[in-house]
T-cell receptor, first 115, second 116 residues
Framework: RKEVEQDPGPFNVPEGATVAFNCTYSNSASQSFFWYRQDCRKEPKLLMSVYSSGNEDGRFTAQLNRASQYISLLIRDSKLSDSATYLCVVNRMGNSGAGSYQLTFGKGTKLSVIP | GAGVSQTPSNKVTEKGKYVELRCDPISGHTALYWYRQSLGQGPEFLIYFQGTGAADDSGLPNDRFFAVRPEGSVSTLKIQRTERGDSAVYLC??????????????FGPGTRLTVL
């Protein structure tokens, strides 16, 4: 089983739609959780961190359920500019036990917002 | 300010050749990471430096891969006897290190390596 699994996608949605991405992780020692966005042939960029209390940034809402090891991202009122691949990412303790630094990425879910 | 830079942006080489990929992190970031991203996959961790030393190289696939960071800033990823399966985008990231853990990792644009 892959350490981070995401919806396979792709998601094709009309402008203005609400779209939800789901992600599960297998390592219960995972400490930090993120959604990154990656445009075609570009580097990944941090979209938002994910906290147990849930957090919102404009049209984007992220949720974390540690008990079920589940992470979600909701995009409301989607825009053409939201078209990208969304990567679910967890950050766990390194082998040395000191600090947490290794990012483990899911395969990503591609979103295309259609006019 | 300046972000993470990587050179070259593209590298085409022949099977069996040696290649070096360079990463220049954000100034003041003590932590530096290398990842590899194959087509259709998310990035996979290769190696992490804290200062000059490789704190964790558990992601390097085999002994053909080696990385250095001699002065704690610029890093070079070295691949010997390249194979077609090494073709991928090699991403470098850097972060600050505060309170015993890493802050947000910022990625460079990557080097697209093609082994013919």
């Amino acid at each position: 089983r892959k350490e981070v699994e995401q919806d396979p996608g792709p998601f094709n949605v009309p402008e203005g739609a609400t779209v939800a991405f789901n992600c599960t992780y297998s390592n219960s020692a995972s400490q930090s959780f993120f959604w990154y966005r990656q445009d075609c042939r570009k580097e990944p960029k941090l979209l938002m961190s994910v906290y147990s209390s849930g957090n919102e940034d404009g049209r984007f809402t992220a949720q974390l359920n540690r008990a079920s090891q589940y992470i979600s991202l909701l995009i409301r009122d989607s825009k053409l500019s939201d078209s990208a691949t969304y990567l679910c990412v967890v950050n766990r303790m390194g082998n040395s036990g000191a600090g947490s630094y290794q990012l483990t990425f899911g395969k990503g879910t591609k979103l295309s917002v259609i006019p | 300010g300046a972000g993470v830079s990587q050179t070259p942006s593209n590298k085409v080489t022949e099977k069996g050749k040696y290649v070096e990929l360079r990463c220049d992190p954000i100034s003041g970031h003590t932590a530096l990471y290398w990842y590899r991203q194959s087509l259709g996959q998310g990035p996979e961790f290769l190696i992490y430096f804290q200062g000059t030393g490789a704190a964790d190289d558990s992601g390097l696939p085999n002994d053909r891969f080696f990385a250095v960071r001699p002065e704690g800033s610029v890093s070079t990823l070295k691949i010997q006897r390249t194979e077609r399966g090494d073709s991928a985008v090699y991403l470098c990231a850097s972060s600050k290190w505060t309170s015993g853990s890493a802050d947000t990792q910022y990625f460079g644009p990557g080097t697209r390596l093609t082994v013919l």
